[in-house]
């Protein structure tokens, strides 16, 4: 899907498996920005490298024009293809420091962050090539940079992308998505993340991982649906959990789910812990 003359999206449908055979399906999107040579935002799942290269050709560039690959952050959906399209093009992989450990060491993000099917959605290690950190510009040719912004919440070192001039925004998983999972480790954080977004002047495109490319009065309007969710998110735990200061995580989990409208039998670890993290703000009535 062409988003301008220089910009791409790639939408890549996956299955996630949870407990007792629940099994989801999803789709992440990856994009391209097409400059002198080609930076590729996230990879996807495992396998997905034939997808993009098949998409690169499509496009009339070639394979080898794939000279970055920037990671909005590391979690499995996300760099799965990365091996294989590094090994494919000798292209450069850059990343935030936070994430840098569980990219090079996928074995260590499957024991600290266990998710079901892990080994299936991502194709091994890889070595990261440029560390990113919040305010570096990366100039990618023909008057395209992009500026580098830290947005934690979903992970420490989750970054979103500003196509500089374009107003294009790549927000990663910093907006979560009304009705889909929670995933987040740090709510307070994931609230300021989006008011920064929200605070970027211009932007008429926003382009995020787990929902489909937005544009003009969408942006906004998807980031203040973002901050209600979480709101919402709130109010659930704190009623779900009643007086109880530490509930049993999965049971909570369910609970919460329950009165999102999610089917309780997705609940898990990961999910488990995202509302575990309002907990520590339980006396706020509000967090947004």
Known sequence: MQISKKVHA??????????????????VYVYLVYGTEICLIDT?????????????????????????IIQTHTHPDH??????????????????????????????QA????????HSLVGGSVAVD?????????????GLKLQVLHTPGHSKGSISLLLLGF????????????????????????????????GIKDVRHLLASWDEPGKGDQVIKRMDEG??????????????????????????????LQELGIDPA?????????????LKLRKQRSII
């Not at 799965?80 to 260590?108: D, F, L, P």
Request: hydrophobic residues 40%.
């Open 10 to 27: 790639l939408r890549i449908p996956f299955s996630l498996s949870g407990p007792q055979g629940f099994t989801v399906e999803r789709f």
């Open 44 to 68: 996807g799942v495992a396998s997905s490298e034939e997808a993009i290269f098949d998409y690169v050709r499509r496009t009339d560039r070639k394979v080898s024009d794939i000279a970055l």
């Open 79 to 108: 760099i799965g293809a990365t091996r294989a399209v590094k090994a494919e093009t000798g292209c450069s992989v850059a990343v935030h420091s936070a994430e840098k450990a569980w990219i090079e060491n996928v074995e260590q």
């Open 111 to 118: 024991r600290e962050r266990p998710v079901p099917g892990f």
């Open 130 to 142: 440029r560390i990113l950190q919040d305010g570096d510009i990366v100039d990618m040719g023909c």
């Open 167 to 198: 107003g294009v925004l790549f927000s990663g998983d910093a907006v979560p998505v009304i009705g889909e999972m929670p995933i987040y480790e740090d709510v307070l954080a994931s609230v300021e993340s989006i008011k920064k977004l929200k």
């Open 227 to 256: 901050l209600r969710y979480l709101q919402h998110i709130h109010e659930a735990v704190i009623k779900a959990s009643g007086n109880n200061k530490a509930p049993e995580a999965v049971e909570l989990c369910g609970k919460v």
């Open 266 to 278: 997705a609940a898990n670890p990961l999910v488990a812990r995202s509302f575990l993290s309002h």
